[in-house]
């Protein structure tokens, strides 16, 4: 099969041979010995029977090193796409069609950041990590053409003349940048709920964005505290607040048209970004928990952790083991885990005395500002200021290079310089009589805490070594970009929480919408101190869960984190699989972790189901499917008829009470619909319904989308039947609903209706897998290649469980289809009784090479809830070994 796919490339896609000696070429070797230049000693490499790799030696210098080179073998030209993204340097390796998405990033200049954050921030160890791990990707590198490195390059070669070059310690660092944009927090809402002000009225915005349910869904921390104050969240008293937040942000009188075009053709800009670790900041999420010994089989403590993200070819994880010898002031490690390939250290897993996780927090670190323009400057303060300028040069393969100006405000980058119309947009907009005159124009600029040079690449390796909760929390200080949740435990019995990272505090506005850049009351004032941010250790309940739920209740905390918590689903069906299990007197093992991290139950169908079968369907089809909800326990399996039925059901309630009612920037691409009155959410009469409009957002990335912020807003409108919401037009022969009942029923209809078309009539055959599938593509040639080469890269589709804020996390947006969007891109269970008892799996497999063995070994296993034996001593390790590869100086 092989040699025929070679063949058909070759002989007609291309004009050329692709022989099997082609692809072996670039496949890693992993037995016997080879000779690198600048080791002080030898390297053993440990590979199990899935690829993962184990490595052993005697100098930290040495460790990483190998890490650099072992990960080169296994994922360079995934690396090597990385570093072209984060420094706006696509265009250099796949032509004219990505120098869009290189302006934009070369204006938020990733990697102007991180030659900052490596010439003077990070300390002097760090660098020599850096500086040892590129010389061991670099010794990989040496002496080899591209079609010795990876079938993609063989590929690019009869495209372009496109050659590797060499690794820098900073394309390490500019990795974490990229990481950063993708978990920025609420900037997407920030411009949604901008967007929305072009059809609905601030109390219409309310009803889509309702108050965190902190009476039913449990934030984070409840019984922790905050150093700087040094009194429990219980007793928090707002009036001793040092912030100054203000009261929310509000462009009504600032931005008027100007502000609504500049933020569509913006969020357009994002679409088409690339993504490092999500999809564009949606939907972005995680589990991890941990449960205390006196709640566990073994005693001591179990550690859980699944981050949910963007499904990619290979995985965004790489698994390995960075072992000293013997642990010493000249080799600190003795560390396994997860990380990213083309990045030192370990970011997620667990040492000889500690274990951690990570969830995304969520906290806001972005605001957007309207800016005006005025000539070669910017309106602040009542004063013109000039712009801070840099010109960049877009090399693009194939054709000639660009020239790009990038000017900057005191806010930030104006990344609405990089569309041109926007530009016109901008001089023509009209804005509220509170705005400054009209003059050149307005603009968009970003203000993100990662634009600064930061240390969490120090982070890494401090949080790798750290032997206690002490050590813990000091080095998780450093790591201020991205926040995250992070979650702790060590085999002493003790278990916590740390909240770390740069927090803006704000003068006036609270970062839930953009804000005149002209106004120094919006300014940034500083940041929220490291000693008020929220922690717990040992809470008496005896765990811990983070989920993307609220930190702390926001009335007893005295800084204001963000305004766009996730709503708190995932983590507080964890949290009752937890105490549920510790009430009816049971002890938590390895395996009830796993299965916990499986369940897909369906919080929203609880709430809606009942509903739906007390309605009184006349159309026998539908009354047929309106059956299957009989007796369902609310499960989303693969295999299940009644979750397919009911996640259409819900798919169109949100369509129909809402989707059709949204504007136009935020509906799917190509859906077109004549659109109720400006400023109400109930149905329009006939004479209303004048003007077609069409959606503008990527299916993956429209609303309605279906996440538990919709859980939340359907919850509060169940208890007001007949608010407007639930009002729809009558078209033609449909009627309109004038209540819930009514739109529920009309959404069951076209639900059976729909499925019918997708899965057939007979409903004896539908099944929530043959909606939700996986397809795993090629993060390049994959989506925008040739189709054969699509073919020879690309695998699936797989039929999953799971759902749309489930624990499972197999998210899919109910705006643009059923299809699987993000998923638990790995999954850990560590024992810290018995590290080698500890369970993982990865979403593909170690080898970023199409036809190794390791591509996607793990898929299978992963789609079918397995964990692996996660090897950690060195007898456990050699027990486990199939292939050995010693790295000699």
């Not at 077609?692 to 429209?702: F, K, P």
Request: glycine share 10%.
């Amino acid at each position: 099969m092989l040699v025929l796919v070679l063949a058909i490339i070759g002989g007609i896609a291309y004009g050329a041979y692709w022989s099997i000696s082609t692809v072996r070429a670039s496949l890693p070797q992993t037995t016997g010995s080879i000779t690198l230049d600048g080791l002080s000693g030898p390297v053993d490499v440990k590979r199990d029977s899935y690829g993962i790799p184990q490595i052993y030696a005697s100098s930290d210098a040495d460790l990483f090193m190998a890490q650099g080179y072992v990960q080169a073998q296994d994922r360079f030209y995934e690396m090597d796409v990385r570093r072209h993204m984060t420094s706006g340097r696509l265009s250099e390796m796949f032509g004219k069609g990505q120098v869009k998405d290189d302006e934009f990033l070369r204006t938020l200049g990733w990697d102007r950041v991180a030659q900052k954050e490596y010439d003077t921030t990070l300390s002097a160890s760090t660098k020599k990590y850096l500086q040892a791990y590129a010389k061991g990707v670099n010794a990989y590198l040496k002496g080899k053409d591209g079609k010795d490195i990876s079938l993609e390059y063989a590929a690019l070669g009869f495209e372009n003349d496109y050659k590797p070059q060499k690794w820098t310690p900073v394309d390490s660092v500019a990795w974490l940048k990229a990481m950063a944009w993708d978990l920025r927090g609420n900037m997407q809402d920030e411009i949604d709920r901008a967007l929305m002000t072009t059809r609905l009225g601030p109390q219409q915005i309310a009803d889509l964005y309702p108050e965190y349910p902190y009476s039913r869904n449990q934030p984070i921390v409840t019984e922790g505290e905050y150093d700087e104050y040094t009194k429990t969240f219980g007793s928090g008293d707002s009036s001793t607040s040092t912030s100054t937040s203000g009261t929310t942000g509000s462009t009504s009188s600032s931005s008027g048209s100007a502000l609504t075009s500049q933020l569509s053709s913006l969020s357009n800009v994002l679409e088409d970004l690339p993504t490092a670790v999500g999809v564009n900041g949606q939907g972005i999420g995680s589990n991890s928990w941990v449960v205390a010994g006196k709640n566990t089989i073994t005693g001591k403590p179990l550690l859980a952790n699944d981050p949910h993200l963007e499904a990619s070819l290979p995985s965004v994880w790489y698994q390995m083991g960075l072992h000293c010898r013997a642990v010493s002031s000249k080799c600190q490690y003795d560390v396994s885990g997860y990380t990213f390939a083309g990045m030192p250290g370990v970011v997620i897993g667990h040492n000889q005395n500690i274990a951690w996780g990570m969830t995304n927090s969520g906290v806001d670190t972005t605001d957007l500002y309207l800016e005006k323009l005025s000539g070669d400057g910017y309106l602040y303060d009542g004063k013109t200021k000039p712009f801070t300028t840099r010109t960049e040069t877009i090399k693009v393969a194939g054709g000639a290079s660009k020239k790009i100006v990038v000017r900057e405000t005191n806010n930030g980058p104006l990344l609405s310089d990089r569309d041109d119309e926007l530009v016109k947009v901008g001089k023509k907009a009209t804005v509220d009589t509170a705005a400054p005159d009209r003059g050149d124009g307005y603009g968009i600029a970003l203000r993100w805490t990662a634009e600064d040079p930061g240390t969490t690449m120090d982070a890494v390796f401090a949080i790798d070594k750290a032997s206690n909760w002490t050590e813990f929390r000091a080095a998780s200080t450093k790591f201020d970009v991205p926040s995250q949740n992070l979650v702790y435990a060590d085999t002493k019995n003790n278990i916590g929480y740390t909240l770390p990272g740069k927090i803006p505090t704000r003068g006036k506005g609270d970062g839930s919408l953009p804000v005149p850049g002209w106004d120094p009351k919006y300014d940034w004032n500083g940041y929220i101190p490291q000693a008020a941010l929220p922690y717990e250790f040992n809470p008496k309940r005896g765990y811990i869960v983070t989920a993307n739920q609220a930190v702390i209740d926001q009335d007893k905390y005295p800084y204001t984190l963000t305004t766009d918590w996730g709503y708190g689903t995932r983590s507080q069906r964890i949290t009752d699989l937890i105490q549920s299990k510790i009430d009816g007197g049971g002890k938590i093992s390895t395996d009830d972790m796993r299965q916990m991290q499986l369940d897909d139950s369906s919080e929203i169908a609880k709430l809606i189901v009942p509903k739906l079968l007390k309605l009184d369907i006349d159309d026998p089809d539908v009354r047929e499917a309106q059956k299957l909800l009989e007796g369902w326990d609310y499960t989303q399996d693969a295999d299940s008829a009644a979750a397919a039925y009911f996640n259409s059901v819900w798919r169109n309630i949100l369509k129909l009470a809402f989707g059709n009612k949204l504007p136009k920037e935020l509906r799917v691409k190509g859906q077109c619909l004549f659109v109720s009155p400006v400023d109400t959410t109930g149905p329009a009469d006939e004479d209303n319904q004048k003007v077609r409009e069409c959606g503008e957002r990527d299916a993956d990335e429209a609303q309605p989308d279906g996440g538990d912020r919709w859980f939340e807003v359907v919850r509060k409108l169940m208890d007001d039947p007949t608010n407007d919401w639930w009002k729809t037009p009558s078209r033609a022969t449909v009627r309109g609903a004038s209540n819930m009942n009514q739109l529920f029923k009309r959404a069951m209809i076209d639900a059976r209706w729909e499925l019918t078309a997708k899965l057939g009539k007979d409903i004896d055959t539908w099944s929530w897998g043959r909606l939700h599938r996986l397809f795993l593509k090629n993060q390049t040639l994959g989506t925008d290649g040739p189709g054969i080469v699509k073919y020879v890269l690309n695998r699936g589709p797989w039929k999953l469980s799971g759902g749309e804020a489930t624990v499972n996390a197999t998210g899919w947006n109910a705006a643009g289809g059923y299809g699987v969007v993000w998923v638990p891109s790995m999954r850990m269970v560590v024992n810290l009784d018995n590290f080698d008892k500890s369970k993982w799996i990865n979403l593909t497999g170690a080898s970023g090479h199409a036809y190794s063995a390791h591509y996607t070994d793990q898929t299978s296993k992963w789609v079918n809830g397995e964990l692996l034996p996660w090897s950690y001593s060195s007898k456990a390790v050699d027990d486990s070994t199939s292939d050995s590869l010693v790295l000699k100086p």
